[in-house]
């Protein structure tokens, strides 16, 4: 009994020996240096500036500019309008809360 399970382990060793080394074969050796991930997001970056900024264009088109559309312009008028969200919310929490 013992001999069948020595044969069958020595077996089992070899052909995991075989599939390794058909692995190492199958992978094909590299050809040249990895490329350089900070050379492409300099391409990128360059690319990203010779574009044109249509941001302008855009935003004369729409008559309000991006930056400014839902936000109050001065510091008194966004504290008014934080303290007015919080107190709805406030008020919708309680109304969950006596539900």
Sequence with gaps: ???????????????????????????????????DPAAELREKLAQARDTADDRDEFDAAEGVAVDEVGQPSSLDERRRAVHEQAQQTLGQMRADDDD
């Design 1 to 35: 009994m013992r001999r069948i399970l020595a044969w069958i382990a020595g077996g089992l060793g070899v052909a995991a020996l075989v599939r390794a080394l058909r692995r190492r074969q199958a992978v094909p050796p590299e050809t040249g240096p990895p490329p």
